[in-house]
Nanobody, 118 residues
Framework: QVQLVESGGGLVQAGGSLSLSCEAS????????MAWFRQVPGKDREFVTA???????TYGESVKGRFTVTRDNAKNTVLLQMNNLKPEDTAVYYC????????????WGQGTQVTVSS
């Protein structure tokens, strides 16, 4: 059974940094696309970033230049380093996984809250 577990959320002042971690288990994730999304109550889920097995990354416009995603395939872990945080980054952050050959993100973590105070 595939499981994604996020950790590292919390409260930080604007301009500060936080690092989120997503630990995946249940099978090998080689070839899977791993991503982070975020959601504020009452709003649509927003794409943050994604990384494939080869380390190729893509970012949402609102986080480019401030967030960095990395991946350790041997440890099935994805890290999201968030710098220069802004109040509008406040959201629940979710780790997601898209299996090899799939077109959707079939697996999701439980989410971790990030709150940025002004």
């Amino acid at each position: 059974q595939v499981q994604l577990v996020e950790s590292g959320g919390g409260l930080v002042q604007a301009g500060g940094s936080l690092s989120l971690s997503c630990e995946a288990s249940g099978q090998t994730f080689n070839g899977w696309l791993m991503a982070w999304f975020r959601q504020v109550p009452g709003k649509d889920r927003e794409f943050v970033t994604a990384i494939n097995s080869g380390g190729f990354t893509t970012y949402g416009e609102s986080v480019k230049g401030r967030f960095t995603v990395t991946r350790d395939n041997a440890k099935n872990t994805v890290l999201l380093q968030m710098n220069n945080l802004k109040p509008e980054d406040t959201a629940v952050y979710y780790c997601a996984a898209r299996p090899l050959g799939a077109v959707t993100f079939d697996y999701w973590g439980q989410g971790t809250q990030v709150t940025v105070s002004s």
